[in-house]
């Protein structure tokens, strides 16, 4: 079967770094995708890799390994309003979207 | 604000009720998502329409019935539901069915079955 697995929940302090994982097991892949969902609001898009490496933008970062069925997603300066659940997707073969169930990220002051 | 509205925002109906629910984007996209997200699961897709054209449909049960009348509004047609569907519904757009494409999502409805 197709598995997206991520931490139920993490906590952070502000001005702190984390680093969210999330690892797959996917009939193939297409590319990965981070997702920002604040408590009752719309996921938004972060970032989507398709090949080995790291990728910045800002204060977010996002990593792939490809061989590892392995990503992260690393915020850096965190604020209090980064609190938030991180939704992990993948595009599998057929490119079909297989979603992770979401990290919750608490910020503490 | 990410282009793609929903109504009601809430929703508490009873088992016997039918409602709908309604999504606009204001994208220009070609097509549109109706997902189920329940707490600590992941999203379940449940139908993708691309031009007005149903294509897919994941073994969702016929009491959601989707409707797509053009290709900015999707709706979505309850009716004898149970109290486990309920759970927050979004909707999501994007340029192009294929899902290597971002989406956006909408703010979702919170539905509750009595």
């Known amino acids: 079967g197709q598995n997206i697995d991520q931490p139920t929940e993490m906590t952070a302090t502000e001005g702190a770094i984390v680093q969210i994982n999330c690892t797959y097991q996917?009939?193939?892949?297409?590319?990965l995708f981070w997702y920002q969902q604040h408590a009752g609001e719309a996921p938004t898009f972060l970032s989507y890799?398709?090949l080995d490496g790291l990728e910045e933008k800002g204060r977010f970062s996002s990593f792939l390994s490809r061989s590892k069925g392995y990503s992260y997603l690393l915020l850096k300066e965190l604020q209090m309003k980064d609190s938030a659940s991180y939704l992990c997707?993948?595009?599998?073969?057929?490119?079909?979207?297989?979603w992770g169930a979401g990290t919750k990220l608490i910020i503490k002051p | 604000e990410t282009g793609v509205t929903q109504t009601p925002r809430h929703l508490v109906m009873g088992m016997t009720n039918k409602k709908s629910l309604k999504c606009e984007q204001h994208?220009?996209?070609?097509?549109m998502y109706w997902y189920k997200q329940s707490a600590k699961k992941p999203l379940e897709l449940m139908f993708v329409?691309?031009?007005?054209?149903?294509?897919e449909n994941n073994s969702v049960p016929s009491r959601f019935s989707p409707e797509c009348p053009n290709s900015s509004h999707l709706f979505l047609h309850l009716h004898t539901l149970q109290p486990e569907d309920s759970a927050l519904y979004l909707c999501?757009?994007?340029?192009?069915?294929?899902?290597?494409?971002?989406?956006?999502f909408g703010p979702g409805t919170r539905l509750t079955v009595l």
């Open positions: 999501a757009s994007s340029q192009d069915p294929g899902n290597y494409n971002e989406q956006f």
């Open positions: 994208l220009g996209h070609n097509a």
């Open positions: 329409y691309s031009l007005e054209e149903r294509v």
């Open positions: 996917t009939s193939g892949f297409n590319g």
């Open positions: 890799n398709v």
């Open positions: 997707a993948v595009v599998d073969s057929n490119y079909q979207l297989i």
